[in-house]
């Protein structure tokens, strides 16, 4: 995927929620609003392969898988609480025009 692609709008994810999505390549995406800022992650924790879009976001930024209450940092996807110990990898996000735009992911040098 190279291209940004519109896969939800703004209000459709008030701060501090999640929003599982998937892009026209068929990759299962959350997204994260964190105090305003937008973000988006493989949706699949990294340990057991649990959908993260069904966990939290905490104050600090991260959101946690509720299997096995492993942790993560919503902009850079690294591990920030076991039991998982990899990253998950992330995307490019634009918000345009009340639209969250979702690109390629980030290097793969984030994930493991």
Known sequence: MSEFQPLADLADLPEGSLLAVTNAA???ICLANVNGR???L???CSHAE???SDGVIHRDGTVECVWHGARFDCLSGAACKGPA???VQTY???VENGKILVGPKRGA???R
């Open 26 to 28: 068929g990759e299962a």
């Open 38 to 40: 937008v973000s988006a």
């Open 42 to 44: 493989v949706d699949c």
């Open 50 to 52: 649990f959908p993260l």
């Open 85 to 87: 110990v990899d990253a």
């Open 92 to 94: 490019e996000v634009r």
């Open 109 to 111: 040098e984030v994930a």
